[in-house]
Structure formats: structure tokens, C-alpha cells
């Protein structure tokens, strides 16, 4: 038997979790191997796992080629700009979305070679004492071992029991991201941010989209005022969003899905040509462990760590979609540069309160830090500052001068609680309020600091003012 190769560093699972603390550990000197099972739709490896594949840039890319189409007929006339008959290349804009992603998935395979990361090819198990057995996708296997092991297995779409994923007719982040012609009706279950952002491109191209949310309170895990207004927004787009509507039939016939949902006035029915299902993701941590390893599962399968990403296994770590915590492809990054520097013996850090969310529908959504109800159930005392993208000169000349920036900061010390917004550019917009939190500052030191006119920054400064009721350019 020839010699098990030896690692100060496997890696399994190849998403931005994963192939980020891979980087980061060779950049720390450390030999590192990173196992990763993703198969792309050419049948080859590709690197990236479910953010570059299947999730965050391919939904940019068809939310971007979309946002194009649709400004067409809705925002160029208002500029003057007069387009006949439009026609979208369905064919085209997948392509398109393709290119990307083989650029990008290909990019980390030129980083794991710039990096001398190894990489191996199939589905990885922890065995007792840190080794690894790879089973190649043709069967073979092999086993390495290493002085330490980070698991960033990630996660899948959850399937509903009663509509089970077909990959035609009813489908999953992929398949909506993969559909051959704009369909006429396009169902959706589940208003999230999944749901949201891929129910938008098809109705951008034209399907008559409805969204049924089993939840009373739409987007309730944003703050209350910024969902009412998205709400609001995506209704004038023609998103038809029932909330308190809960899937519980799914049947295909021929062509179509006829649905079943229940809400307060009882049972309804829907027929759709596609049904996309996103009800959430499941960690996945199928096959990933052999029985007596030791490292534990929570309630929702999540592998249990503690706050340094320690399994409490020696030497075994676990990031990302994997463990507890926002699933969010920056969230898994951050656990991985962190894990790598610990094993390294540096300081790593990760602070989950100033996670950064964004949802990248039209308008854009994004948070950092506690909601206005999360503060009053806390029963913490707070100011709060808004300012609407109304009055902001840049965005009245984008023509996009909808939403709002809401700012919460403590009543007695001024320090920023928490920072919500929809409108245009916010998923940009957020990242000074992260660095503000991060650094503990107040609203007072946004409101001090000089922000460019004109610039859609300029909502958070009068955000910031309007705490202290000083904002300029509204009434307080
Ligand atoms: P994953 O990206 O899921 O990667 C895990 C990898 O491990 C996969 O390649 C998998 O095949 C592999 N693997 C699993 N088990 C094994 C094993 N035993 N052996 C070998 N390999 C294994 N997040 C954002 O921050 N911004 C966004 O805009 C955004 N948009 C999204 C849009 C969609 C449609 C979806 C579905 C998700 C989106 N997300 C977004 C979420 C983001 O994709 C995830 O949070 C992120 O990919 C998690 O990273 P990860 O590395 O933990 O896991
Ligand atoms: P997210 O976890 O952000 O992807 O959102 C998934 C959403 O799907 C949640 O808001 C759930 O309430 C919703 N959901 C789950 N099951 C159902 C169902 N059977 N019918 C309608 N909505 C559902």
C-alpha cells in the first residue's frame, strides 16, 4: 500500500468558505489539500461550490442581464429613450451567466495552483484520528490525513415532501437559474431572499410570478419598515406575494404544477407552468462523517462549534452554511481566513453581529446590526434616524429615488444599534454602517464625517443626522 499522503491542512468542501481558508492557510505556510465533489454542468470539477456555481454570482448575473431588460420599458422612456419591441435571447442571457461562472469557478483553480493547494476530486468523509477518505466519482478511493481538518460541506435547498424537486417542472436555486424559456407562470414557494431575487429575473422577462409565503409578516427577518416598503415596490412590479399562504399540494400534470395552498380564508388552488421551491437550505453533512469521529450535529443538522469554529474534536474545525450563523457566503469567508489563522497561531477574528445582509431585488435590501422590534423586545432604549432616497439628488436623477436609510442607535450612548435600507445601491451603501459598527461608532461620527455630493452615500450621513433630528434636506 503506498504511503497516505499528509497535510497540515484538508480542507473539504471547495465554496467560499472552503477554498477561502484554503488560500489563506497556504498563505500561513501551511501544506493544504482541499476535497471538493462539485460537479458543473459540463461534467468537470468545478471549484466554487454552491455561491459560484449555483448561487450568488450566477442570481447577480441574471438579475443584472434582467434589471436591463425590464429598464426598457420602464425607466428609459422617463429619460427620453424610446426602444421598440424588445426581445430577450434566452439562450444568450444563460450563456452569458455561464461564461461567468466557468470564469470565476476557473479562477480558483488557477489561485489553488498560484497557492500550491492540492486539490482532490470527490466526495470526502472524516475518519477518526483526521484522516480523509476521497471517493472519486468513479469509485475509487483514496485516504490522506493532516494535522488539522476544516469542514465547509455547505448546504441544499430543502425539499418539501409534497413537491419533490423534478429538475423541469419543479426546481431549486439551479434549475431557476437554468430555465430554457421565460415561462408563462412561474410559482414560487417561499418570499426569502432566494425566492425574492429569482422570482424577479423571470418576471423581469416576463412571467406572471406569485409567490406564496407561509409566514403572516412578509420578509420578517428584515426590519418592519424597510420590508413594508419593498412590499410595496414589488407589488408595482407585478410580483403577486401572498403571505399566510402556505404550499401544501404540489401536483405535475403534463406540463403544468397544479398547487394547493392554505391561508385564513382556506384552501386555494394555482396552476403554474414552473414551480420554483426555495423554503430554505439545509446544512449538508451527508456522508461527510464517519460514525465514531466525534464531532456533533445540532438539532438542525448543523455541525455544533464553538465561537473559534472548534468542533470540540482535536484539530477539527467546520465553517459556513455548515455551522450556526447567517448563511451568507462573506459569513462562511470570514470563518475561513479566521480558522486558518488560528491553526496558524494568529488571532482571528469573526463578529457575527455585523454581518452584513443584502437581497439584490429591485429596490435593493440590506441590514446590518438589530432591528427596531429586535431592540424593543430587548427591551434596549434607542433613537432612531430615516431619510428617504426622495430627496437625494442622485438617486432623483438615476431616476430610482425610492426607500429609504433608517438608522438605530442606543438613546443614552449614541452608538449605532443598527443600520436598515431599501433603495438604489444599498448593497454598496451598507458597508460603511459594518465599518462604523465594527469600530463601535456612533451616529454622531457618521453624521461628522464628509460624505461626496451628490452620491446616494449622502442618505446614510442625513440618516445619521436625523437621529439627533438635524438631518437638512427634511423636515425632523
Ligand atoms: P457551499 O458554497 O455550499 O460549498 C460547499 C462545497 O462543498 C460544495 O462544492 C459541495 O459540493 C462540497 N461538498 C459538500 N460535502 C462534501 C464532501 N463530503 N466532500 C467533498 N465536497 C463536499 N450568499 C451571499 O452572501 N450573497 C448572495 O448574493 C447569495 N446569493 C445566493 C443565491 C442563491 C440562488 C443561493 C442558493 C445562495 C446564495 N447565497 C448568497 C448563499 C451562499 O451561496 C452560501 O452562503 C455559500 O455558498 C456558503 O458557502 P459554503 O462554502 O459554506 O458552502
Ligand atoms: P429563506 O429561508 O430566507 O430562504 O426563506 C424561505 C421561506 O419559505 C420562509 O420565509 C418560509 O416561511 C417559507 N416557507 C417554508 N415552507 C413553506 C410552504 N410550505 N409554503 C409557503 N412558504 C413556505
Not at 145 to 160: F, M, Q, R, Y
Not at 252 to 276: F, M, W
Not at 413 to 435: F, K, N, Q, W
Amino acid at each position: 500500500m503506498s504511503e497516505q499522503q499528509k497535510f497540515d491542512v484538508i480542507v473539504i468542501g471547495a465554496g467560499p468558505a472552503g477554498y477561502v481558508a484554503a488560500i489563506r492557510a497556504a498563505q500561513l505556510g501551511l501544506k493544504t489539500a482541499c476535497v471538493d465533489a462539485f460537479v458543473g454542468k459540463d461534467g468537470k470539477q468545478a471549484l466554487g461550490g454552491t455561491c459560484l456555481n449555483v448561487g450568488c454570482i450566477p442570481s447577480k448575473a441574471l438579475l443584472d442581464s434582467s434589471r436591463q431588460f425590464w429598464n426598457i420599458a420602464h425607466n428609459f422612456p422617463v429619460h427620453g429613450i424610446s426602444v421598440e419591441n424588445p426581445k430577450i435571447d434566452v439562450a444568450a442571457f444563460i450563456a452569458r451567466k455561464d461564461k461567468i461562472v466557468k470564469q470565476f469557478t476557473g479562477g480558483i483553480g488557477q489561485l489553488f495552483k498560484a497557492n500550491k493547494i492540492m486539490p482532490f476530486f470527490g466526495k470526502g468523509k472524516l475518519l477518526k484520528g483526521n484522516s480523509v477518505e476521497i471517493t472519486g466519482h468513479d469509485g475509487d478511493k483514496q485516504t490522506i490525513s493532516a494535522t488539522n481538518v476544516i469542514l465547509a460541506s455547505g448546504s441544499v435547498p430543502i425539499e418539501l415532501p409534497f413537491a419533490k424537486f423534478d429538475g423541469k417542472t419543479i426546481i431549486d436555486n439551479a434549475g431557476a437559474l437554468d430555465i430554457g424559456a421565460v415561462p408563462k407562470r412561474l410559482g414560487v414557494i417561499g418570499a426569502g431572499v432566494i425566492g425574492l431575487e429569482l422570482g424577479s429575473v423571470w418576471r423581469r422577462l416576463g412571467s406572471e410570478v406569485t409567490i406564496l409565503e407561509a409566514l403572516p409578516d412578509f420578509l420578517s427577518v428584515a426590519d418592519a419598515d424597510i420590508a413594508k416598503i419593498a412590499a410595496k415596490e414589488f407589488a408595482k412590479q407585478g410580483l403577486d406575494i401572498k403571505t399566510g399562504a402556505k404550499l401544501t399540494k404540489a401536483e405535475v400534470k403534463g406540463e403544468e404544477v397544479h398547487l394547493t395552498y392554505e391561508d385564513k380564508d382556506g384552501a386555494h388552488d394555482l396552476v403554474v407552468d414552473k414551480l420554483l421551491v426555495a423554503v430554505g437550505r439545509r446544512a449538508y453533512t451527508d456522508g461527510l462523517l464517519a460514525e465514531d469521529t466525534g464531532v456533533k450535529l445540532d438539532e438542525r443538522g448543523r455541525i455544533v462549534v464553538d465561537e473559534h469554529n472548534h468542533t470540540g474534536v482535536d484539530g477539527v474545525w467546520a465553517i459556513g452554511d455548515a455551522v450556526r450563523g447567517p448563511m451568507l457566503a462573506h459569513k462562511g469567508s470570514e470563518e475561513g481566513v479566521a480558522v486558518a489563522e488560528w491553526i496558524a497561531g494568529k488571532a482571528g477574528h469573526v463578529n457575527l453581529d455585523t454581518v452584513p445582509y443584502v437581497i439584490y431585488t429591485e429596490p435593493e435590501i440590506s441590514w446590518v446590526g438589530k432591528t427596531e422590534k429586535q431592540l424593543k423586545d430587548e427591551g434596549v432604549p434607542y433613537k432612531v434616524g430615516t431619510f428617504p432616497f426622495a430627496a437625494i439628488g442622485r438617486a432623483v436623477a438615476m431616476n430610482e429615488a425610492v426607500g429609504q436609510v433608517k438608522m438605530l442607535a442606543h438613546a443614552e450612548t449614541d452608538r449605532i444599534l443598527g443600520v436598515h435600507m431599501v433603495g438604489p445601491g444599498v448593497s454598496e451603501l451598507i458597508a460603511e454602517c459594518v465599518v462604523a459598527m465594527e469600530f463601535k461608532g456612533s451616529s454622531e461620527d457618521l453624521a461628522r464625517i464628509v460624505h461626496a455630493h451628490p452620491t446616494l452615500s449622502e442618505a446614510v450621513h442625513e440618516a445619521a443626522l436625523s437621529v439627533d433630528k438635524r438631518a437638512i434636506h427634511k423636515g425632523n
